[in-house]
């Protein structure tokens, strides 16, 4: 069907579909020839793939944020080279031919279900490792966990929207995925890049919130509602304390450029791509029983 544009000219639809498949050739054979070169590019993969099983540099770390910055076009290299292999595995036994093949691989289970899921998670899977093992070599949790967690929650919510087609999510699905991507943003802008720092207050105390004002004032009479007070209100007026106001939240003092609005128009910049990147990892299938 891709190709009904070309006429009815049979010997130009096969040339069409023969073209594409000599430039995988080429393709192929240029990633293992000069063998002495792409031995390095292979092996450089290989340590991203076994990021808990060794230390990780900085090029190990680097090169998974490439990989999962490129699962869109990762999926679609993994779906031509199925049809190159399907094409190839036809053509020597007899059975089909060029057509066809598109046809089996288009019904083809084990592509739909298997191959292009894990092509989806397994980027993300290696980079939750990665910040696991990060973690253990630097012997503290911060900030590597809180790394993980961000492609932890990516994963899971990437996996429940294979799993279930667009009409049947639930709405907690919907807010799970804006919540991963706002920490994502969030991680990017105050972890990643330091674009925005948070001022310590002023010397001046800060001014309680009228309930846990009311609440403070009150002299408990029983021990339960002592320990109710010390258990629950004193540790949410402290966490209220240690959110950080609007006016907190400013840029970096140390800036490269002079102008505010261009690290303004980054950071919305970064808010859209990390949208539309996590809605390159929900592809437009979902697994079958059939």
């Known amino acids: 069907e891709a190709y009904n544009h070309i006429g009815t000219d049979p010997s130009?639809?096969?040339t069409a579909k023969i073209l594409p498949l000599?430039?995988?050739?080429?393709?192929?054979?240029?990633?293992?020839?000069?063998?002495?070169?792409?031995?390095?590019?292979?092996s450089t993969l290989k340590f991203v793939a076994l990021a808990p099983f060794h230390h990780v540099r900085f090029r190990d770390a680097f090169i998974g944020d490439v990989v999962t910055s490129m699962v869109r076009p990762l999926q679609d290299i993994l779906?031509?080279?199925?049809?190159?292999?399907?094409?190839?595995?036809?053509?020597?036994?007899g059975s089909y031919g060029l057509s066809e093949a598109g046809m089996r691989l288009e019904?083809?289970?084990?592509?739909?279900?298997?191959v292009l899921p894990c092509c989806a998670l397994i980027p993300l899977w290696w980079k939750f490792l990665q910040t696991l093992r990060q973690a253990y070599d630097a012997n503290r949790r911060w900030p590597y966990y809180g790394d993980s967690f961000k492609y932890l929650t990516a994963a899971l919510v990437i996996l429940y929207a294979m799993t279930h087609p667009e009409g049947s999510r639930s709405p907690w699905w919907l807010v799970s995925f804006l919540l991963c991507v706002v920490y994502q943003i969030a991680w990017d802008t105050f972890v990643d890049w330091e674009l925005f720092c948070i001022v310590p207050p002023?010397?001046?105390?800060?001014?309680?919130?009228?309930?846990?004002?009311?609440?403070?004032s009150m002299q408990p009479r029983s021990s339960?509602?002592?320990?109710?007070?010390?258990?629950?209100?004193?540790?949410?007026?402290?966490?209220c304390r240690k959110i950080p106001t609007?006016?907190?939240?400013?840029l970096r003092p140390k800036r490269l450029y002079?102008?505010?609005?261009?690290?303004?128009?980054?950071?919305?910049?970064?808010?859209?791509?990390r949208f539309c990147w996590m809605l390159c990892f929900i592809p437009a299938y979902r697994f079958r029983n059939h």
Not at 246 to 250: C, F, N, R, V
Not at 258 to 273: D, G, I, Q, V
């Open 246 to 250: 609007l006016d907190q939240i400013q």
């Open 202 to 216: 002023s010397q001046q105390p800060l001014q309680e919130p009228w309930c846990f004002r009311c609440i403070s």
């Open 224 to 239: 339960v509602l002592l320990m109710l007070h010390m258990s629950i209100t004193q540790p949410l007026a402290e966490l």
């Open 79 to 93: 779906f031509a080279l199925s049809y190159y292999g399907l094409v190839v595995y036809g053509t020597v036994i």
């Open 258 to 273: 002079k102008t505010e609005s261009f690290y303004y128009r980054c950071f919305l910049l970064n808010a859209m791509l």
């Open 107 to 114: 019904q083809s289970w084990f592509l739909h279900n298997v």
């Open 22 to 42: 000599i430039f995988l050739t080429v393709l192929m054979v240029r990633s293992v020839i000069p063998p002495g070169k792409r031995k390095r590019f292979w």
């Open 12 to 14: 130009s639809e096969t």
